[in-house]
């Protein structure tokens, strides 16, 4: 059976180090721990150009034969890739637990590496304990670093310089990263997998039982952008390519905008449409489908507005004039009830005084009668007997006319008092059909400004309900107008995006188009 032959030709990969390159641009020449500045160096493991093997013997190299640790776990191997990491600019060297147990075991400990970038050693300290130093130093001595305690440089120096020498500004600006985020992280975390990721994909660099506090987008669900930062990494993308995938992405959010205003829209017509088929009163009827709705909408509309317009509006001059009798009718009725109150009020004096004054007619008659026959107020002896026998005391006698006079003058007052009682009676009972004649003529006019007042509101409130139903079926056409216009643009942006060219596979994955 013949071999099938490929559909492309192999490609001819070729590496060709440059001339003048004697050594990587980026190695670490030496890793050293010491258990506090200027203390003992615990270890200290110098590397070489090249590929390096971290192993660790099991105990069969040791002569255990019971097998213990036969497959080497515990070592340190993967701590010591990831203090390689720490002093290249990693944030983390361990996750939280075993962090905390270095620093309980070593509080003070430091660790050190000679990296080497474009032939220059940067000299790096970064802290393993409670310890916040981070120094980066270029052409420093590790050792004079590590054994002082000098000023705090942070490893941003050491990241800017990776960054401007081996990833470059135009790396980065393919890699499409967030706006001030820096490259190196993400190269570092794709260049040094954890080994919990051995076994998943390519674009799988972090993972989350590392602790590593890796930067989006080297860690994630979203392999995306990891696929972006590989392919700018490895040089095989393009600024063209790039500038097309912006336009496309550009084009994509359009179109999400595009159909989440649609959407949008159709809701809002949908329930103006509801609206307006209530207020027009058409629940009942076969309604056409738009845009023939909304001629059906305008023409009930504008017979509704028509309408409004010929009911009566109520005469404003017969107004004016009814509400003139009311305010008269209002006038007469309480110049009456006015009077009555103070009749009212005054009657209890009136009678009170009549009593005051008819309390004295009997001490008056009494007096007058004593003044006829009347006794000496000395001797107490009839006026009589002392007429007839003399009385040597006393002079002075009571005056029957004047007794009789006083008498005579309180029973004039009595009666005009009773005269002006009875004139005050009568007015107040011929004031009570003069109060209900006015309360008749306030109410009947009162009713006659609320029927013409009735007749206005009926006709201000039909105009304003048909005027607003009007605007609403305006309303609606605009909307209905502007979901119409926005199809056509998104018809539009989605030929635009038929017509993107398919950039073929990437990683073995076909690139699907947005319209697929």
């Not at 006083?406 to 009972?429: M, P």
Request: proline share 5%.
């Amino acid at each position: 059976m013949s071999q099938q032959h490929e559909l492309f030709a192999p490609p001819k990969l070729s590496l060709i180090a440059p001339a003048d390159l004697k050594e990587p641009r980026l190695w670490v020449r030496r890793l050293a721990i010491w258990d506090a500045p200027g203390g003992r160096n615990i270890r200290d493991v110098p590397l070489r150009p090249g590929l390096n093997i971290v192993w660790s013997p099991d105990g069969f190299d040791d002569g255990n034969a019971s097998g213990a640790r036969t497959i080497g776990h515990g070592a340190g191997k993967s701590l010591f890739c990831r203090l390689l990491r720490y002093c290249l600019g990693e944030q983390r060297f361990a996750d939280e637990a075993q962090r905390e147990r270095i620093a309980i075991a070593f509080p003070n400990g430091i660790v050190g590496a000679e990296v080497m970038l474009d032939g220059v050693c940067w000299a790096v300290v970064r802290p393993l304990g409670i310890r916040r130093r981070h120094v980066a130093i270029a052409d420093g001595n590790l050792d004079e670093i590590a054994a002082g305690d000098g000023a705090t440089t942070s490893i941003d120096a050491l990241i800017e310089a990776i960054e401007q020498a081996i990833i470059t500004p135009s790396i980065a600006s393919l890699a499409r990263l967030q706006p001030g985020q820096k490259a190196w992280p993400i190269a570092l975390a794709w260049l040094t997998r954890d080994q919990e990721c051995r076994f998943d994909d390519v674009l799988a660099w972090r993972s989350p039982a590392s602790g590593s506090d890796a930067p989006i987008p080297a860690s994630g669900r979203e392999t995306g952008p990891r696929r972006e930062a590989l392919r700018a990494f490895l040089m095989a993308i393009t600024e063209e390519e790039q500038e097309a995938r912006r336009n496309e992405e550009t084009l994509r959010v359009d179109v999400g905008n595009a159909e989440r205003e649609i959407s949008h829209i159709s809701w809002d017509l949908g329930r103006r449409q509801t609206r307006l088929i209530n207020q027009l009163g058409l629940v009942e009827q076969p309604l056409p489908e738009m845009p023939l709705l909304l001629e059906v909408f305008r023409k009930a509309s504008d017979e509704r507005l028509t309408a409004a317009a010929q009911l009566p509006s109520g005469n404003t001059a017969d107004l004016a004039a009814v509400k003139k009798a009311l305010q008269d009718a209002n006038g007469e009725l309480s110049r009456a009830e006015e009077e009555r109150v103070r009749l009212e009020a005054q009657l209890p004096v009136e009678k009170q005084v009549l009593t005051l004054l008819s309390s004295e007619i009997p001490g008056l008659s009494t007096a007058a009668a004593n003044a006829a026959s009347q006794v000496c107020p000395i001797c107490e002896v009839p006026i009589d007997r002392i007429l007839a026998e003399g009385c040597g005391l006393s002079h002075k006698l009571h005056s029957e006319a004047e007794c009789r006079a006083r008498l005579e003058t309180k029973r004039q007052e009595v009666g005009k008092q009773q005269e002006k009682i009875a004139a005050l009676e009568a007015r107040l009972k011929a004031l009570q059909p003069v109060i209900a004649l006015a309360q008749q003529t306030v109410r009947q006019a009162e009713e006659r400004v609320q029927a013409i007042e009735d007749v206005r509101d009926a006709r201000t409130s039909a105009w304003h309900t048909a005027t607003r139903i009007k605007e609403g079926v305006d309303r609606f056409g605009e909307l209905s107008a502007e979901r119409d216009e926005l199809r056509k643009r998104l018809q539009g942006i989605e030929e635009r995006l038929g017509h993107v060219p398919n950039r073929g596979f990437l990683f073995g994955r076909r690139r699907d188009s947005l319209l697929s």
